[in-house]
């Protein structure tokens, strides 16, 4: 039986390895313990994980900065697929969203994940073109 949960920081080791074994995902330092728990504790009650069996099976980050919501390492174990989890998980953030007042969500796909563009494409997710990503260390 499959259980959606608000994602705490008893969820990391599962959720970083579900990560690494996602094709497609980038990790970075941004991923570590410390700064998944900060991103949590300002974005109380958006990040949701799905267990089968006590694993984590899926998971989606999600933020916002007061006019935009975000979505972060949406994931679901392919052995897991196909079962709408992932529009569950990202159901329950934008619910979290529109309850805080935010109207509008972006998410990221690296360039050459044909699985991610595949899937947020049939889900109704509208790519812009027009918009440039540019990035810095700080």
Known sequence: MYTLSEMT??????AYRLWQN?????LSSADSR?????YLRRNEGLSYVCKYGGEIVG???????GRRGF??????????RGRSLAGQLVSLSLAGLREQGIEKC???????NEIGKQFWARAGWKRRDQI???SQDT
């Open 59 to 65: 998971t989606v980050l999600c933020g916002h900065d």
């Open 34 to 38: 410390e700064a998944i728990a900060a």
């Open 132 to 134: 440039l990503l540019y």
């Open 9 to 14: 920081m008893e969820d990391y080791d599962g």
């Open 22 to 26: 996602t094709e497609g995902m980038g």
């Open 106 to 112: 972006h998410l990221m796909v690296i360039k050459d």
């Open 71 to 80: 979505l972060y390492h949406a994931a679901v174990a392919e052995s897991h």
